[in-house]
Structure formats: structure tokens, C-alpha cells
Nanobody, 120 residues
Framework: VQLVESGGGLVQAGGSLRLSCAVS????????MGWYRQAPGKTRELVAT???????NYADSVKGRFTISRDNAKNSVYLQMNSLKSEDTAVYYC???????????????WGQGTQVTVSS
């Protein structure tokens, strides 16, 4: 199972970025998908999640600024980030809880991470 992220970069405070993550491999289905982030010297934290039915959950720090969405036909999840702040600077990781096609086992997959840097 592979998760490939894209869309990170350097942006000024107040700007916007859109992260994308595509899931591929021997998967039967994808359940919840999400985005997490890890800033230097801090533990990884939840940013937003979305279920297969489209229910969403956000960290309080990003509510009203970030929007998570998914395209089930493309096995992809997105994170639209608006009104970015310097404290949003972190490595952002894509997460997908998948069911493997051959064993039907649950598997928690992670992307390699993409850097988001917000300059003040």
C-alpha cells in the first residue's frame, strides 16, 4: 500500500495551500482517511479526518480554516488550507485505514510526509 502526498511548500501567512494524497496498492476498500502533522520538537497531532461516508472531524486549531475532502473514485484525500498561520508550519502526513484485498485485514497506512512552511 502506498500513499503519495503532494502540494506542500512555502507560503506567506494568510495564504492558502492544497494538499493531495493518492492511495494505491492491493486494497479492497478504504475506510477513514485523514491528515496529521508534526512540528519540530512536537508529537504528531491530528489535523482532520473523514470517514468513507463523508463525516469530518477537525482539530480545534484548524476549524474554519481547513477543509478535508475525498474522492473515492480516485482513492484520494485532500486538505484545503486557508488563512495559514506560522503555527501551521509542520510536516503533514496522510493516513488511510484500508482493508487489504488478499487477506481482508485492516491496515493503517501512512504517507512519507510533505513539508508546509508558513512565513510570518
Amino acid at each position: 500500500v502506498q500513499l503519495v502526498e503532494s502540494g506542500g511548500g512555502l507560503v506567506q501567512a494568510g495564504g492558502s495551500l492544497r494538499l493531495s494524497c493518492a492511495v494505491s496498492g492491493s486494497i479492497f476498500s478504504i475506510n477513514a482517511m485523514g491528515w496529521y502533522r508534526q512540528a519540530p520538537g512536537k508529537t504528531r497531532e491530528l489535523v482532520a479526518t473523514i470517514t468513507g461516508a463523508g463525516s469530518t472531524n477537525y482539530a480545534d486549531s484548524v476549524k474554519g480554516r481547513f477543509t478535508i475532502s475525498r474522492d473515492n473514485a480516485k482513492n484520494s484525500v485532500y486538505l484545503q488550507m486557508n488563512s495559514l498561520k506560522s503555527e501551521d508550519t509542520a510536516v503533514y502526513y496522510c493516513n488511510a485505514r484500508v482493508v487489504l484485498v488478499h487477506t481482508r485485514d485492516d491496515y493503517n497506512a501512512w504517507g512519507q510526509g510533505t513539508q508546509v512552511t508558513v512565513s510570518s
